[in-house]
């Protein structure tokens, strides 16, 4: 719900920034969740959920989990 403080926390104590869900996203993948599927998950959760506050946290979250997600070793192709 766009709360970088939560998703640096979770990272400290070792949650796995590249685990996928059954349909394979991760939740970098999972930020662009639209507007109205954000509201019902909120409103479900009975948790507050500003719009401008979940976009900005939003932008925030990606870099996060940008420099979060380890770099993928991809063999010995062309490059290596």
């Known amino acids: ?4 403080e939560s998703v640096r926390t979770l990272i400290e104590h070792g949650a796995d920034v590249d685990a996928k869900n059954n349909k394979g996203e991760r939740a970098i993948d999972l930020l662009e969740t639209d507007w ?22 939003r932008t925030e979250i ?3 989990l940008k420099e ?6 991809f063999g010995h192709g062309i490059l290596g």
């Open 1 to 4: 719900f766009g709360r970088p």
């Open 36 to 57: 109205m599927v954000t509201q019902v998950v909120a409103s479900l959760s009975q948790v507050e959920a500003d719009r401008d506050r979940v976009i900005s946290g």
């Open 62 to 64: 990606h870099r996060i």
């Open 68 to 73: 979060a997600i380890p770099v993928q070793d």
